[in-house]
Protein backbone atom coordinates (compact mmCIF):
# COMPACT_ATOMS: atom_id res chain seq x y z
CA UNK A 1 0.00 0.00 0.00
CA UNK A 2 1.68 3.19 -1.07
CA UNK A 3 1.03 6.23 1.83
CA UNK A 4 -0.07 9.55 0.20
CA UNK A 5 2.10 12.60 1.14
CA UNK A 6 0.25 16.10 2.11
CA UNK A 7 0.61 18.32 -0.11
CA UNK A 8 3.28 20.88 0.77
CA UNK A 9 5.31 17.79 1.41
CA UNK A 10 4.89 16.74 -1.92
CA UNK A 11 5.24 19.80 -3.65
CA UNK A 12 8.90 20.32 -1.46
CA UNK A 13 9.95 16.93 -2.70
CA UNK A 14 9.07 18.00 -6.42
CA UNK A 15 10.69 21.23 -5.99
CA UNK A 16 14.25 19.47 -4.45
CA UNK A 17 13.48 17.29 -7.16
CA UNK A 18 13.54 19.57 -9.65
CA UNK A 19 17.14 21.21 -8.76
CA UNK A 20 19.00 18.46 -9.10
CA UNK A 21 17.64 17.43 -12.24
CA UNK A 22 18.57 21.45 -13.41
CA UNK A 23 21.67 21.58 -11.25
CA UNK A 24 22.60 18.36 -14.03
CA UNK A 25 21.33 18.84 -17.57
CA UNK A 26 20.18 22.71 -17.53
CA UNK A 27 22.77 24.72 -16.08
CA UNK A 28 21.34 28.55 -15.21
CA UNK A 29 21.64 31.00 -17.77
CA UNK A 30 25.18 32.26 -17.47
CA UNK A 31 25.68 35.68 -16.58
CA UNK A 32 29.28 37.13 -17.04
CA UNK A 33 30.42 40.58 -15.64
CA UNK A 34 33.01 42.56 -17.36
CA UNK A 35 36.48 42.08 -16.81
CA UNK A 36 38.23 42.94 -13.71
CA UNK A 37 39.26 46.30 -14.24
CA UNK A 38 41.32 48.30 -11.06
CA UNK A 39 41.30 51.59 -10.54
CA UNK A 40 43.70 53.48 -12.96
CA UNK A 41 45.13 49.80 -14.87
CA UNK A 42 44.03 49.88 -18.64
CA UNK A 43 43.41 46.47 -20.42
CA UNK A 44 44.19 45.98 -23.83
CA UNK A 45 41.87 44.52 -26.43
CA UNK A 46 44.19 41.04 -26.17
CA UNK A 47 43.42 40.60 -22.56
CA UNK A 48 39.52 41.32 -22.85
CA UNK A 49 39.14 38.73 -25.64
CA UNK A 50 41.19 36.15 -23.99
CA UNK A 51 38.97 36.92 -20.08
CA UNK A 52 35.65 36.40 -22.85
CA UNK A 53 37.15 32.95 -24.72
CA UNK A 54 37.72 32.05 -21.44
CA UNK A 55 33.98 32.28 -20.20
CA UNK A 56 33.23 31.36 -23.69
CA UNK A 57 35.09 27.32 -22.85
CA UNK A 58 33.77 27.61 -19.78
CA UNK A 59 30.52 27.67 -20.83
CA UNK A 60 31.05 25.10 -23.67
CA UNK A 61 32.62 22.98 -21.34
CA UNK A 62 29.26 23.11 -19.27
CA UNK A 63 27.30 21.70 -22.26
CA UNK A 64 29.40 18.93 -22.78
CA UNK A 65 31.93 20.10 -25.09
CA UNK A 66 35.32 19.01 -24.78
CA UNK A 67 37.87 21.61 -25.36
CA UNK A 68 40.43 20.68 -28.47
CA UNK A 69 42.36 24.21 -28.47
CA UNK A 70 42.13 27.44 -27.46
CA UNK A 71 43.42 30.94 -29.91
CA UNK A 72 44.66 28.38 -32.45
CA UNK A 73 46.67 30.07 -35.07
CA UNK A 74 46.37 29.58 -38.67
CA UNK A 75 47.92 32.33 -41.90
CA UNK A 76 44.19 32.93 -42.84
CA UNK A 77 43.46 34.14 -39.32
CA UNK A 78 42.50 32.55 -35.99
CA UNK A 79 40.01 30.27 -34.64
CA UNK A 80 38.81 31.67 -30.77
CA UNK A 81 37.94 28.08 -29.26
CA UNK A 82 38.03 24.54 -31.14
CA UNK A 83 35.74 22.25 -29.28
CA UNK A 84 34.45 18.53 -29.96
CA UNK A 85 30.93 17.29 -29.29
CA UNK A 86 30.23 14.22 -31.07
CA UNK A 87 29.45 13.88 -34.26
CA UNK A 88 30.71 17.97 -34.23
CA UNK A 89 34.08 19.17 -34.61
CA UNK A 90 32.90 23.05 -33.55
CA UNK A 91 34.81 26.14 -34.23
CA UNK A 92 33.99 28.84 -32.40
CA UNK A 93 33.92 32.75 -32.78
CA UNK A 94 33.47 34.88 -29.74
CA UNK A 95 32.34 38.28 -30.35
CA UNK A 96 32.22 41.04 -27.60
CA UNK A 97 31.39 44.77 -28.29
CA UNK A 98 30.85 47.36 -25.00
CA UNK A 99 28.94 49.91 -26.72
CA UNK A 100 26.06 48.97 -29.32
CA UNK A 101 26.86 51.67 -31.70
CA UNK A 102 26.09 49.89 -35.37
CA UNK A 103 24.18 47.24 -34.09
CA UNK A 104 25.83 46.04 -31.51
CA UNK A 105 27.46 42.81 -31.12
CA UNK A 106 24.80 40.63 -33.13
CA UNK A 107 25.68 42.92 -36.42
CA UNK A 108 29.98 42.75 -35.51
CA UNK A 109 30.05 39.58 -38.26
CA UNK A 110 30.94 40.82 -41.30
CA UNK A 111 31.02 38.88 -44.85
CA UNK A 112 34.63 38.97 -44.91
CA UNK A 113 35.37 37.92 -41.47
CA UNK A 114 32.08 34.68 -42.18
CA UNK A 115 33.97 33.74 -45.13
CA UNK A 116 37.51 33.50 -43.41
CA UNK A 117 35.63 31.42 -40.59
CA UNK A 118 34.69 29.25 -43.22
CA UNK A 119 38.24 28.66 -44.47
CA UNK A 120 39.81 28.63 -41.04
CA UNK A 121 36.82 25.90 -40.08
CA UNK A 122 38.01 24.05 -43.53
CA UNK A 123 41.19 24.06 -42.14
CA UNK A 124 40.74 22.94 -38.76
CA UNK A 125 38.79 19.80 -39.73
CA UNK A 126 41.82 18.57 -42.39
CA UNK A 127 43.96 19.10 -39.42
CA UNK A 128 41.63 16.98 -36.45
CA UNK A 129 39.29 14.73 -38.35
CA UNK A 130 41.94 11.77 -38.61
CA UNK A 131 42.37 12.51 -34.93
CA UNK A 132 38.82 12.10 -34.02
CA UNK A 133 37.63 9.87 -36.57
CA UNK A 134 36.90 6.44 -34.77
CA UNK A 135 36.22 3.58 -36.94
CA UNK A 136 32.84 2.48 -36.37
CA UNK A 137 31.47 5.65 -35.04
CA UNK A 138 30.13 7.56 -38.21
CA UNK A 139 31.39 10.63 -40.10
CA UNK A 140 32.94 13.87 -38.34
CA UNK A 141 30.70 16.99 -38.78
CA UNK A 142 31.63 20.72 -39.31
CA UNK A 143 29.61 23.44 -37.26
CA UNK A 144 30.97 26.99 -36.56
CA UNK A 145 29.10 28.37 -33.63
CA UNK A 146 29.24 32.61 -32.56
CA UNK A 147 29.08 32.98 -28.85
CA UNK A 148 27.98 36.75 -28.21
CA UNK A 149 28.41 39.01 -25.03
CA UNK A 150 26.62 41.91 -25.07
CA UNK A 151 26.24 43.62 -21.60
CA UNK A 152 25.88 41.16 -19.09
CA UNK A 153 24.56 37.93 -21.29
CA UNK A 154 25.95 35.50 -23.37
CA UNK A 155 24.38 34.81 -26.33
CA UNK A 156 25.12 31.16 -27.95
CA UNK A 157 24.15 30.80 -31.66
CA UNK A 158 25.11 26.97 -32.67
CA UNK A 159 25.49 26.40 -36.29
CA UNK A 160 25.38 30.41 -36.67
CA UNK A 161 27.09 30.29 -40.01
CA UNK A 162 26.59 27.56 -42.79
CA UNK A 163 29.60 25.66 -43.74
CA UNK A 164 29.42 24.97 -47.61
Avoid at 158 to 163: K, L, N, Q, S, V
Amino acid sequence: MVKLMPYRYARQAQRQLLRQQQNVHAPAPMRCPYPPRPSGVQHNTRQIGAYYETLAARFLRTQQHDILARQLHYPQGEIDVLAFSAPFLVVVEVRYRQRADYGGVHYSLSPAKTRRLQRLAQRAWQDYAPLLTVEGCGDLWLRIDVILFDRQHLHWLPGAIAYE
